[in-house]
Nanobody, 124 residues
Framework: QVQLVESGGGLVQAGDSLRLSCAAS????????MGWFRQAPGKEREFAAV????????YYRDSVKGRFTISRDNAKNTVYLQMHSLKPEDTAVYYC?????????????????WGQGTQVTVSS
């Protein structure tokens, strides 16, 4: 079992930055593909960024490329999402998720473990 706990959300203005953190329990964190997903009111959950177990392979959805950076520290069992130049359309609940596979997936249904989510609200 893996437990994920996110932190770092909040209310910011357009153009500001935030860093989300996700702390994972368990000794096999380095074997998990980790992702950040988000869900806005009335919309489906979508991937924002995904990192391979080693962190060597990174994927971003087009709308966040150049603004968001996912990184992971396997020694600390933690994955981060650094967000810059935030826009009102980035407003959502952000979830950290883990997939017990080395195979890449950008689909929420392929992830085995989820955090409780952290709210990010960007005002215009």
């Amino acid at each position: 079992q893996v437990q994920l706990v996110e932190s770092g959300g909040g209310l910011v203005q357009a153009g500001d930055s935030l860093r989300l953190s996700c702390a994972a329990s368990g000794r096999t964190f380095s074997m998990y593909t980790m992702g950040w997903f988000r869900q806005a009111p009335g919309k489906e959950r979508e991937f924002a960024a995904v990192a391979s177990p080693s962190g060597a392979s990174i994927y971003y959805r087009d709308s966040v490329k150049g603004r968001f950076t996912i990184s992971r520290d396997n020694a600390k069992n933690t994955v981060y999402l650094q967000m810059h130049s935030l826009k009102p359309e980035d407003t959502a609940v952000y979830y950290c998720a883990g997939r017990s596979s080395f195979t890449r997936s950008l689909l929420p249904q392929d992830y085995d473990y989820w955090g409780q989510g952290t709210q990010v609200t960007v005002s215009s």
